[in-house]
């Protein structure tokens, strides 16, 4: 019982990482990353692209969409009605960055979309040397 307690508190602490997936847009080849932590809107993260060792940062801005919970309650006091409401509108959705420098003098750049609901995103990186690449995340 104490060790999945500890278990427990250990991925409550670390978050979830992501898993990057790297497709050549000129012959489909496939790479593919991880980041670290994704508790919080920004943090490491590393790729092996065409046989060199990338690593860098991301970041998350939460922008749009959203779901709202709300509950109503209707109170008749001598035939009026008075209505009480509250309710609470989360982002769903937002834009990122990717940035990773490699090892043998690499650089690649990504802008990416991201949905909370669905805890997938895509969007498309470019090379130092142009190259394209599309990426897709799932968390």
């Known amino acids: 019982m104490k060790h999945l307690i500890l278990l427990v508190i250990f991925l409550i602490f670390t978050g979830c990482s992501a898993k ?8 489909g080849n496939t790479y593919y990353g991880q980041t670290g932590s994704t508790m919080t809107s920004k ?3 590393n790729a092996v692209i065409e046989n060199e ?3 860098g940062e ?6 749009g969409g959203g779901f709202t919970i709300g509950s109503m309650q209707v109170v008749g006091t001598n035939g009026v009605a008075n209505a009480f409401g509250t309710a609470t509108t989360a982002p769903m959705s937002g834009n990122g960055l990717i940035t ?3 090892d043998k003098g690499g650089y690649i750049r990504c802008v990416y979309n991201f949905s909370e609901w ?6 498309q990186c470019r090379r130092n040397d142009g190259k ?3 990426v897709v995340i799932d968390r």
């Open 20 to 27: 990057l997936k790297f497709l050549d847009q000129q012959n």
């Open 100 to 102: 990773m420098k490699g």
């Open 118 to 123: 669905s805890d997938t995103g895509s969007g």
């Open 43 to 45: 943090g490491i993260m």
């Open 132 to 134: 394209l690449f599309d």
């Open 58 to 63: 991301w970041i998350y801005s939460a922008s």
């Open 53 to 55: 060792h990338y690593s």
